[in-house]
């Protein structure tokens, strides 16, 4: 990490946890926060809720374990809106959940360019009026 110098005051600005996520062979999901960091309280919760969309059942965190209680098959509409080219993707198929539930994340990178996504947000009640 970067300790001097005008680039760590402005990483000490930074409102972001910082974090490695490991998987086991179980498909339980342990958090650690990069060196220097810390996972933020304001985000744990954020990180739980994300662990159950995406299908983990349990998460370790720094200071403690959580059982997640699994989600229904399909919980939504996801879109995301690429940065690179400007694409739109949006999908809520059982194959795209199912999907997601078996990598553990969503997808990574673009289809159209290959550059990589922001986290896909879900939209669940969108879900719930078009199924
Ligand atoms: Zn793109």
New binding site residues.
Partial sequence: MISRGPAAMQLGRVRASLLDFYITESDELIVEPVSGSSLREEHVEILIAWARTVGYERIWLPDQVVDIEAEPAIVGVAKVN?R??G?HWEDSSTDFWLKVRDNGFFPAS?P??G?SLPEMTVDAEQARLTH
């Fill in positions: 690429c690179t080219c694409a673009c159209a360019c550059d």
